[in-house]
């Protein structure tokens, strides 16, 4: 039961597959600097594999999405896919429901300092034209409150519940210090 639980887990996530076998890629007095070699130092049935391999992930994959609809791609379907790889070497039962929630805490944090940073940097110009009138001020605040929520909303991965949206906008007053 423990051997095949993680087996029996992954063949409900993927119903269907498509098995590669990889010839290994290059005479093992080579395998030290691999990702150094040029393609024709690799062996050509390693690179047919591999273009065979290429072909489908290219042409044929589907755009992964979550149960709920969301889409993964790019930087964040790169570390989902590590983070359930490390699970499965380490031994452990993967839970991809686990994994997405990981990711989304990373995802959304690293939107709020994004977005953060940006307000920061814009009210960090404007103090340095001072004095200006309130009304100046207050339609700069909004300006750029307006684009960190719009560099979250870019990054944000799953905040359905909007707590990191909240916390982006808790800091409303940016506090200026006068040397």
Known sequence: MEYNLPRECIQKLFPSRTCFTFPFPTAPEYVSRLESLAPADLDPKFMEVTDCFCRLVFQDSQVKTLKDGYTVTGRVFGNLAKTYVDTISSGAVPCLENAVIAMATIENEAAVKEGLELYKSGMEKLKMSF????????????????????????????????????????????????A
């Open 131 to 178: 004095p200006l009138e309130l009304k100046n001020v207050s339609s700069e605040h909004q300006r750029l409150n307006s684009m960190a929520t719009q560099t979250f909303m870019k990054r944000s991965f799953r905040d359905t519940d909007g707590k990191h949206l909240k916390i982006l906008e808790v800091p409303n007053l940016y506090i200026f210090t006068v």
